[in-house]
Structure formats: C-alpha cells, structure tokens
C-alpha cells in the first residue's frame, strides 16, 4: 500500500520525467526553427530606428554603433535619453558627429506617459520618426550589418504587422552574469522557439522590433503601452488579436549582458519570472512540469539512496547534452564554456518560479514598481544603490 512519501515520491516523477522529454524536444525544434525564410531583396521601405538609452551601460559605444553601419539604403536613426545629464549622451552626441545629423538624430524629452521608463523614452524618439516603418532596439543590443534588411523583409507581406527577432545573451564575466546567460539561452529562447514551432504560443520579443507606426497607431499608440510591465508582448497581443501575423525571425542578435551586483542578477530573475507570469500565466505555471533538475534533487533527498542519486544523474546527464546540442545550432561558444553552471542556476530557478506568484513589486532600472492587474505597474520609489 503506498503511504504519503511514495506518494510524493511518484509526483516528483511527473516533472523530472517531463522535463528530461522536453529538454530532448527542444533540440529538434530549435534545428527546425532555423530551417531559414524566403526574403524579397527588393523590399528595403525607408526606416526609423529608435534606440531608447538611459545611463551607461557594458559595451555601449560598440552596440550603439553597430545600428548605424548598417547594409541598407534609407534608415534614420533615433537615440534618446530622458535626461540631459545622462553619462550616455556625450557618447550619443559623438556618434552623431561621427556618421552625420542626415543619419542620426539625438533626442531628449522628459515625457512621462507613464511608469515604464522605456516607453517614456520611445515616446520622446517617435515623434522625430520620419518613415512609416518603424524598428524599436534596445541599447543593448549588437547588431550585425544585414540586420535591417532582414527585420523588415517579412513587412513585405500586408498580413504581417510585426516582426521580432530571438536574441542570445553574451559578454557575461562575473559568474551572476553566466547565470544570467544560461537562463536566457539555455532555458528561455529554446522554450520560445520550442513554442514558435509546435504552435503552443505566441512571442514578441522586447528587445528588437519591427512594426508600422500606422499599425502602432491603429493599436492604441504608444502611449496606452506606458503602464505595462511588459509592453512587449502587450504589443504582440494587440497585433495577433487584430488578425494580423506575428513574425518570429529563425534570425538571432545579440544581447550584452551587464549586472553590477549578485543582488542585481537576483531582482532580474524575480522581475524575469513576474514578467513571463503576468504576460502568460497559464503557460507559466505549466513550466513546473519540466522543471527536471530541481525536482530530480528534491527526489535523491527524498530517498536517499543508490535509485535517487542515479534519477540525479540522468536528469543532468540529458539536461547537459542536450543544452550542448542546442548551444551548437545557436553557434552559442558562451553558454557551452558555461555549462557547468547549469544544474545550480536550473535548481535555483525553482525559487523565482515560485517568487513570481508571491512579489507584487519589480526593480527596474534603479526604481522600484507596485504590480497591479492585467500586467501595469505602478512607480513606487528611488532605490539606492
């Protein structure tokens, strides 16, 4: 007859088995995911580039710069700051002076619309905007010369109204920062593309995006985006329940790692796991189903013996080889030099799962935020660092 641990026992099955399936699955449906789209060379529309910045951030000169030597005809360029004192906007002013006012504009507005400082920012950038098709690129963000050319090939297409690109982490130094990394490339963008190819869900990825202002506008505007936690996907939503087509390129950026502090990597997770919960709570609360490392330690603790230890074993063993097997379809030589850490920062996302449902604030960008319904926030106060 099975007694309570057995019992237990059996239920922590669920997820270790699960998650050493799916973790199998993802290396398939990330190969097919990159299997590559026809593009129409001939469709290069003129283009307003925002790039929101705000302080200064690792690598930025070098991110900054790689938006304005791009391989396309017609583009402008928007950087904005919200803040004449910002350390960034000498760096912004000389690039301007470097490729030209034609090229580049540097805008400063104290708009406040809002609680999310990046909408604020792209409020101030948008009304310099002098084309139609409009691309939102966070600062962070390297980018190589045929990235233009690539976003904005699927607006080709009138039934696509947005267009967004996966990402991976790189330039990770201090062991919070590889932690960081594994999250995103090792767990995050395989799930996404997981969902892109088998259909489960839908994605738009903050950090480069592709859209009509007059789709923008059609949509609400900016504007109405100013309160959400995750404008993103907010505008994702908006664009796949109008009837139009979101786009999810098979084309990967890169995105620059920089925390200052093991306490900043922690709030990121938590902040992270909020923002995955209230864009997709249904979704998010199934990932405990493929959660194997965690629940595989819980069990070898449980039992104590020979069948635990080996249950560990295997679900780490699947868990490492394929994360390899996935890293070398994303040429990802970073999460591969940092796969060691894996175990650990799967073992303590448990944590952050379980923090998303609990914590009613977020940090972000030194400012602290209340959470409220449907995924807005509300500023709160300056925090201190």
């Not at 669920?14 to 973790?23: M, Q, R």
């Not at 997981?194 to 994605?203: Q, R």
């Not at 405990?288 to 020979?306: E, H, N, Q, T, V």
């Amino acid at each position: 007859m099975l007694n309570l641990t057995n019992i237990l026992q059996l239920a922590i099955l669920l997820p270790i088995l699960a998650g050493s399936i799916f973790s199998v699955l993802t290396v398939a449906t990330v190969k097919r995911f990159f299997k590559g789209i026809a593009r129409n060379d001939r469709f290069t529309p003129p283009v307003s580039v925002l790039k929101p910045v705000r302080g200064l951030e690792k690598n930025l000169q070098e991110n900054l710069r790689t938006i304005a030597t791009q391989d396309y005809p017609d583009y402008q360029i928007i950087y904005s700051v919200q803040d004449p004192r910002d350390p960034a906007y000498p760096i912004l002013k000389e690039i301007q002076k470097e490729f030209g006012e034609e090229r580049i504009s540097v805008v400063i507005s104290s708009v406040e619309a809002g609680a999310n400082g990046k909408v604020n920012n792209l409020l101030g950038a948008i009304q310099e905007a002098r084309h139609d098709i409009i691309i939102i690129s966070d600062s962070d963000t390297h980018l190589r010369p045929d990235y233009i050319r690539t976003i904005v090939n699927p607006l080709a297409t009138p039934e696509v109204g947005c267009v967004c690109t996966p990402f991976k982490v790189t330039k990770a130094d201090s062991w919070y920062e590889k932690m960081e990394l594994l999250t995103m490339n090792a767990d995050f963008m395989p799930s996404v593309m997981f969902a892109e190819v088998t259909g489960a869900s839908n994605s738009c990825l903050g950090p480069s995006i592709a859209i009509r202002r007059s789709t923008l506008d059609r949509l609400g505007g900016l504007e109405t985006l100013a309160d959400y936690l995750v404008e993103d996907y907010e505008i994702g939503r908006r664009v796949w329940t109008s009837g139009q087509k979101m786009v999810l390129l098979p084309y990967m950026i890169d995105v620059v790692v920089d925390l200052a502090s093991w306490k900043n990597w922690w709030s990121h997770q938590v902040y992270w796991d909020q923002n995955t919960f209230l864009a997709r709570q249904g979704a998010f609360i199934s990932t405990i189903l493929i959660r194997a490392i965690p629940f595989a330690l819980i069990f070898a603790l449980l039992r104590w013996d020979m069948v635990g230890l080996a249950t560990l074993v295997v679900a780490i063993t699947i868990r490492m080889v394929t994360a390899l097997m996935v890293a070398q379809t994303l040429q990802d030589k970073e999460t591969i030099k940092n796969l060691y850490l894996l175990p650990f920062r799967d073992a303590v996302g448990l944590i952050f799962w379980g923090l998303a449902f609990t914590q009613r604030t977020v940090i972000w960008r030194g400012v602290e935020f209340r959470l409220t319904s449907h995924g807005k926030m509300v500023k709160r106060r300056l925090i201190q660092n």
